[in-house]
Structures are given as C-alpha cells and as structure tokens.
C-alpha cells in the first residue's frame, strides 16, 4: 500500500510550449504521478516533461491528439513510483505544440528520498 498522501493539480491549459502543473517540492523529493486524464478541445501534440534548474527532461515523446480526444493513465498495479517520474527537485510541465485549451487532472504524490 502507498502511504504518502495523495495531492490532486487541475490541467487547465491552452498555451502552446511549457505549462507548468505541479511545481518541483525541493531538494530530495520527487513526484510521481498516479493518475492523469484530460481532453483536448482541437488536434494538439501533447508532451510529458520533467523541468528543473539542470534543464527539462522529456518523460514521454509526443502524442498527437485529435479533435476532442481524451487520455487517461491510472497507476492500476499501485507501483510504488507512479506511472510518470520527476527526476528529484523537478517540476511536472505539460507541453503542447499549439495554443489548444486541455482540461483534466492530475493525482500525484511527493516522494522524499
């Protein structure tokens, strides 16, 4: 069983490039993602990004959503890192390749090593 507490961020975005979801919680502590959904209003590619003062860290390539398309991910088999990483002292970016409205959210826990 997971014993951190499970935090909850909103997705809702429509700027292209880098939007920042869960900021980064500081030296020794990482974030992991249990649970994620949303839907895009119009085609949009879509690109999980771990970003930090080293630079940002690609967590998955780009999905390229169609009109009012939906994704979900669920940690299902309760991994104990979640289903997405952020590397240590690193916050969680959504990047989207056009100015779309994305709308969903994001369950997540702080990691502290």
Do not use: W
């Not at 429509?14 to 209003?41: L, R």
């Not at 690109?47 to 780009?62: A, C, M, N, P, R």
């Amino acid at each position: 069983m997971l014993t951190e507490d499970l935090k909850t961020a909103v997705i809702d975005i429509s700027s292209s490039g880098d939007n920042e979801i869960i900021e980064e919680q500081g030296a020794g502590s990482y974030i992991a993602i249990d649970h994620i959904n949303f839907i895009v209003t119009t085609a949009v590619g879509v690109k999980f990004v771990s970003s930090g003062q080293s630079g940002d860290t690609d967590l998955s390539g780009v999905y390229p959503f169609d009109t009012k398309q939906a994704m979900a991910l669920d940690n299902a088999m309760n991994a104990e890192k979640g289903v997405i990483i952020c590397k240590e002292n690193e916050s969680f970016l959504i990047n989207l390749d056009g100015a779309v409205q994305v709308s969903g959210f994001i369950r997540y826990r702080i990691i502290n090593n």
